[in-house]
């Protein structure tokens, strides 16, 4: 069974790029989270979705952030206009149910942003 | 008041020792908890959940929850080298998953 597959692993983007990272649920999950981790810091967490669905974005920044999670294909999280802010690990994750008993969350591997 | 709080360490136990690992959270009406192994440079890995008062036990690891204290706790029996990582406690309330800013356990051969 594949689990939670993120790529690219590594990006780097110079200020102002746009950076697109894509996650695909394990198979069978339709509810996808997507966290950032800044150094010695916790997991926060930005943005919940179903399929064709945004459900909660409460932890999203209001700007040149953006997330989809189409019918077809892995969910995207999109920063524009990316600033050195940025630089962080973002980490998606899959659950079968939705959230209360039973929901546990499986984590990729995430994908280190790097902004020069 | 954050979400979840936890103590950030260093913890450190000899090899074959309990470790203990601890976590608060705020809100009443959380429903589900869970434990994750970080690895340094790597993503969290699930070890326990954990949803009604009480005790859980898998393997060398034992999960408590005490909803009235608001009190997660994470027991590691026989402590090996290679439980040495951050462990992060999870807080499920709402559409939100609120996690811990993790504890560092270090188990000394």
Known sequence: NAGVMQNPRHLVRRRGQEARLRCSPVKGHSHVYWYRQLPEEGLKFMVYLQKENIIDESGMPKERFSAEFPKEGPSILRIQQVVRGDSAAYFCASSPNLPGLGNEQFFGPGTRLTVL | ?109
């Open chain 2, 1 to 109: 008041q954050k979400e979840v709080e936890q103590n950030s360490g260093p913890l450190s136990v000899p090899e074959g020792a309990i470790a203990s690992l601890n976590c608060t959270y705020s809100d009443r009406v959380s429903q589900s908890f869970f434990w994750y192994r970080q690895y340094s440079g790597k993503s969290p890995e699930l070890i326990m959940s954990i949803y009604s008062n009480g005790d859980k036990e898998d393997g060398r690891f034992t999960a408590q929850l005490n909803k009235a204290s608001q009190y997660v706790s994470l027991l590691i029996r026989d402590s090996q080298p290679s439980d040495s990582a951050t462990y992060l406690c999870a807080v499920n309330t709402g559409n939100q998953f609120y996690f811990g800013t993790g504890t560092s356990l270090t188990v000394i051969p």
